[in-house]
């Protein structure tokens, strides 16, 4: 890519730059050149100045999600590798932390290796994690770890909480020693088991009081407790106690880390409309009260929860269209992610810097330095992997086709503000807005 970029907010966060009213300047996909005004004989200029009054574009590091499901391999028709990556570079992230509770799950070493080996060629750098324990089951520990020597950035067995305090606090003191996250699906299954009355697997069950999952954190904070060692981070945290207990632990200087959900931040029950079929809106864990909103909204603005993560959960559509009891759990959300944040889920306007820090500085924290994922930067003289969104044009979820193979969102039809129109990885374009961002093809290798 070789264009000037003009009139841009650049916003970097570990470099301390916010910026508006700034040029950009490409030259072979690596950025030469931030200044407020260039002018260059003979390179194409996108010029995206706002008119007086409207927020500029924004250009910032690429996102990392650090919770998705790509159901590969085991249901390619719900999504594969590639169909999530384009969805991911459509919604401005350059990097994917994938889960382990494919088909087979990822709970090997062997088994790690092949689902790097599957991802390499792609626009977007997907990143695996390894089971926590064999088959998922909370039973036996997986090798730790071999399985991150195979290249695994963190280990846990997302969907599932059948792992026991102690061996939880086994694997967080291996870990530390490997400079990786144990991740926590924080629901206790003991619990949901017995609100359902059900035996087995409770992944559908419907019933999952807020107790259910103040409860596994608790556990899972006092595994870290005893452990005296590692790095817990727990996902897609629902509840205002939840929060309480996260703020504790941080003020007593634990090493523990969590997530939000867009869907999380912008949803509460219970909706002003239900959805058609009504397990669209069907999540684990479930949208909760607005209070519970409220405070997963403060608690990402003050940095208590440190990042934003999609926790893209794709399903066929005869998965979504049962009865709610027995409808599969889980929403995409790559491509809706940046949107939903800013118009639904109190992250913009003011805030907009702070969104673009937990979806770019935050998740990189919780990964850590030892998975070799590149720092989130905008440095010149450095191939560009980087997102240039425009936080103000509104879209319609669904109006044009998704890039992901699902459509199992309540959003479709939604208004939303927030577009992404340019994703680079390094220094490749990977996605853009034609139309926004007029670049001709021969500029665009590989896109």
Same mark, same amino acid.
């Given at each position: 890519?070789?264009?000037?970029?003009?009139?841009?907010?650049?916003?970097?966060?570990?470099?301390?730059?916010?910026?508006?009213?700034?040029?950009?300047?490409? @030259?072979?996909?690596? %950025?030469?050149?931030?200044?407020?005004?260039?002018?260059?004989?003979?390179?194409?200029?996108?010029?995206?100045?706002?008119?007086?009054? /409207?927020?500029?574009?924004?250009?910032?590091?690429?996102?990392?999600?650090?919770?998705?499901?790509?159901?590969?391999?085991?249901?390619?028709?719900?999504?594969?590798?590639?169909?999530?990556?384009?969805?991911?570079?459509?919604?401005?992230?350059?990097?994917?932390?994938?889960?382990?509770?494919? /088909?087979?799950?990822? @709970?090997?070493?062997?088994?790690?290796?092949?689902?790097?080996?599957?991802?390499?060629?792609?626009?977007?750098?997907?990143?695996?994690?390894?089971?926590?324990?064999?088959?998922?089951?909370?039973?036996?520990?997986?090798?730790?770890?071999?399985?991150?020597?195979?290249?695994?950035?963190?280990?846990?067995?997302?969907?599932? *909480?059948?792992?026991?305090?102690?061996?939880?606090?086994?694997?967080?003191?291996?870990?530390?020693?490997?400079?990786?996250?144990?991740?926590?699906?924080?629901?206790?299954?003991?619990?949901?088991?017995?609100?359902?009355?059900?035996?087995?697997?409770?992944?559908?069950?419907?019933?999952?009081?807020?107790?259910?999952?103040?409860?596994?954190?608790?556990?899972?904070?006092?595994?870290?407790?005893?452990?005296?060692?590692?790095?817990?981070?727990?996902?897609?945290?629902?509840?205002?106690?939840?929060?309480?207990?996260?703020?504790?632990?941080?003020?007593?200087?634990?090493?523990?880390?969590?997530?939000?959900?867009?869907?999380?931040?912008?949803?509460?029950?219970?909706?002003?409309?239900?959805?058609?079929?009504?397990?669209?809106?069907?999540?684990?864990?479930?949208?909760?009260?607005?209070?519970?909103?409220?405070?997963?909204?403060?608690?990402?603005?003050?940095? %208590?929860?440190?990042?934003?993560?999609?926790?893209?959960?794709?399903?066929?559509?005869?998965?979504?269209?049962?009865?709610?009891?027995?409808?599969?759990?889980?929403?995409?959300?790559?491509?809706?992610?940046?949107?939903?944040?800013?118009?639904?889920?109190?992250?913009?306007?003011?805030?907009?810097?702070?969104?673009?820090?937990?979806?770019?500085?935050?998740?990189?924290?919780?990964?850590?330095?030892?998975?070799?994922?590149?720092?989130?930067?905008?440095?010149?003289?450095?191939?560009?992997?980087?997102?240039?969104?425009?936080?103000?044009?509104?879209?319609?979820?669904?109006? *044009?086709?998704?890039?992901?193979?699902?459509? *199992?969102?309540?959003?479709?039809?939604?208004?939303?503000?927030?577009?992404?129109?340019?994703?680079?990885?390094?220094?490749? /374009?990977?996605?853009?807005?034609?139309?926004?961002?007029?670049?001709?093809?021969?500029?665009?290798?590989?896109?």
């Amino acid at each position: 890519m070789n264009a000037i970029l003009r009139g841009v907010r650049v916003i970097d966060p570990l470099g301390r730059l916010d910026a508006a009213g700034q040029d950009v300047w490409f @030259d072979g996909g690596k %950025i030469l050149a931030i200044y407020h005004h260039i002018e260059a004989a003979g390179v194409p200029v996108v010029d995206l100045t706002p008119p007086e009054g /409207v927020d500029p574009c924004v250009l910032c590091p690429g996102f990392i999600d650090l919770h998705a499901h790509l159901r590969q391999p085991g249901d390619d028709e719900a999504e594969t590798l590639e169909s999530g990556s384009r969805a991911a570079a459509a919604g401005g992230f350059t990097h994917v932390v994938v889960m382990a509770n494919t /088909v087979p799950p990822i @709970d090997t070493p062997e088994r790690v290796a092949a689902a790097r080996l599957a991802a390499g060629n792609l626009p977007v750098s997907i990143l695996q994690v390894a089971a926590l324990t064999l088959g998922l089951e909370g039973q036996e520990l997986v090798d730790i770890r071999k399985c991150i020597e195979a290249g695994a950035v963190a280990v846990g067995d997302d969907g599932r *909480n059948g792992v026991s305090p102690r061996q939880l606090a086994i694997a967080l003191a291996e870990t530390a020693h490997l400079s990786r996250a144990v991740f926590v699906h924080p629901e206790d299954e003991e619990m949901i088991a017995q609100a359902n009355a059900t035996q087995g697997s409770v992944t559908r069950s419907p019933i999952r009081p807020v107790e259910t999952e103040t409860r596994a954190v608790n556990l899972a904070i006092r595994a870290l407790s005893h452990a005296r060692s590692g790095h817990l981070h727990l996902q897609h945290l629902s509840s205002e106690g939840s929060v309480a207990s996260l703020r504790r632990a941080r003020q007593q200087g634990l090493a523990v880390s969590a997530e939000v959900t867009p869907h999380h931040l912008s949803m509460w029950l219970p909706l002003a409309e239900e959805p058609d079929p009504q397990a669209l809106r069907k999540v684990n864990p479930p949208l909760r009260a607005e209070r519970d909103r409220n405070a997963l909204v403060q608690a990402l603005r003050e940095g %208590i929860i440190e990042a934003v993560a999609t926790d893209h959960a794709p399903h066929r559509a005869a998965e979504k269209s049962l009865a709610y009891d027995d409808a599969a759990p889980g929403m995409i959300g790559l491509e809706t992610a940046l949107a939903v944040c800013i118009t639904i889920g109190g992250m913009g306007g003011e805030w907009l810097a702070t969104l673009v820090e937990r979806m770019t500085v935050g998740p990189h924290r919780v990964l850590g330095p030892g998975t070799g994922v590149p720092e989130p930067r905008l440095r010149i003289g450095e191939s560009g992997t980087c997102t240039l969104f425009d936080p103000t044009t509104e879209w319609t979820v669904g109006a *044009n086709p998704l890039h992901s193979r699902s459509r *199992n969102t309540p959003l479709l039809g939604a208004t939303l503000r927030g577009t992404v129109l340019l994703t680079m990885a390094g220094g490749r /374009v990977i996605h853009r807005d034609p139309a926004r961002v007029p670049i001709a093809s021969e500029q665009v290798p590989g896109a």
